[in-house]
């Protein structure tokens, strides 16, 4: 079956402009799972959601992040205002359940000129 | 809160020799995972020990999960080209249930 989709693949934005990032997860999985990678770095926790329940917001580094699921599917991950320092990649993973296995998506790579 | 460290952070081996990358978590975990990350891809499950003492063996590579249940360790054998990526352990708390990834180790083999 389909793994996780992510659009856009790519991002160019200028300083300020608010951008948003897709997550399509495994149909089926109820965990949904964003991270933030910048360059040669691990895997920072952003936000995960586990069906119905109130999101875990612990990870996101300002109010400026913000993220939904709609319908427990698709996600978007908001970023306003954005900043240079917000250049990375965001993953989406999804899991049948919170902490299994998680499968990745391949990445929106964000670059704030 | 709980953690999970990695250790090395970067390792540079030659092609044929060994490698080991460890994972150590502040609390027992009830299950660790592994994932590799190929260059400019996405992390990418290998395993999941949940026993303690636990070994596991996919061809060249040898998973271990401590009988504590609180490190873990990846061993690859004869290393090769295609073994070059980050390799992230990532370790489920027994008492909080949350799944935490280390930093990773990177591993560059020279030809």
């Known amino acids: 079956g389909a793994g996780v989709s992510q659009s856009p693949s790519n991002k160019v934005t200028e300083k300020g402009k608010d951008v948003e990032l897709r997550c399509d997860p495994i149909?089926?999985?109820?965990?949904l799972y964003w991270y933030r990678q910048s360059l040669g770095q691990g895997l920072e926790f952003l936000i995960y959601?586990?069906?119905?329940?109130?999101?875990?917001k612990s990870g996101l580094p300002s109010d400026r992040f913000s993220a939904e699921r709609t319908g427990g599917s698709v996600s978007t991950l908001t970023i306003q205002r954005t900043q240079q320092e917000d250049s990375a990649v965001y993953l989406c993973?999804?899991?049948?359940?919170?902490?299994?296995?998680?499968?990745f998506g391949p990445g929106t790579r964000l670059t704030v000129l | 809160g709980q953690q999970v460290m990695q250790i090395p952070q970067y390792q540079h081996v030659q092609e044929g020799e060994d490698f080991t990358t460890y994972c150590n978590s502040s609390?027992?975990?009830?299950?660790i995972q592994w994932y590799k990350q190929r260059p400019g891809g996405h992390p990418v499950f290998l395993i999941q020990?949940?026993?303690?003492?636990e070994v596991k063996k996919q061809k060249r590579l040898t998973f271990q999960f401590g009988e504590a249940k609180k490190n873990s360790s990846l061993h690859i054998t004869a290393t090769q080209t295609t073994d070059v990526g980050t390799y992230f352990c990532?370790?489920?708390?027994?008492?909080?249930?949350?799944?935490?990834f280390g930093q990773g180790t990177t591993l560059q083999v020279k030809p």
């Open positions: 993973a999804s899991s049948f359940y919170w902490a299994d296995t998680q499968y």
């Open positions: 149909s089926g999985h109820t965990a």
């Open positions: 959601f586990q069906g119905n329940s109130a999101p875990d």
């Open positions: 609390t027992t975990l009830s299950n």
């Open positions: 020990l949940v026993k303690s003492g």
């Open positions: 990532a370790g489920k708390s027994s008492n909080t249930g949350k799944l935490i």
